[in-house]
């Protein structure tokens, strides 16, 4: 299973912040930056949606969801581990 990396998938450069919080989960990762058109990446390499699983520090998690405050210039992944 080939997952995107959060640490890779974000340039770290840009106006807009990157934030995740775990549902199940007390480890936590550190925020990135990144430009608006990079969001993108979050859609899967086949188009057909966006990613439901990633990886962080190459642990796998599926993601429950992503919000995006425009006001904030801010995106927020929210993820679980998977069992």
């Known amino acids: 299973m080939n997952l995107p990396e959060y640490h890779v998938l974000f ?3 840009g106006p807009v912040d990157v934030l995740v919080k775990f549902e199940d989960f007390d480890g936590s990762v550190p925020p990135r930056k990144m430009s608006p058109q990079e ?10 949606g966006f990613h439901t699983r990633m990886t962080f ?3 796998p998690f599926a ?3 992503y919000e995006i405050n425009p006001k904030n210039n801010q995106l927020t992944i929210i993820a679980r581990k998977i069992p």
Do not use: A, F, R, Y
């Open 11 to 13: 340039s770290n450069q």
């Open 39 to 48: 969001i993108s990446g979050l859609i899967s390499k086949n188009g057909t």
């Open 57 to 59: 520090d190459d642990w």
């Open 63 to 65: 993601i429950c969801k």
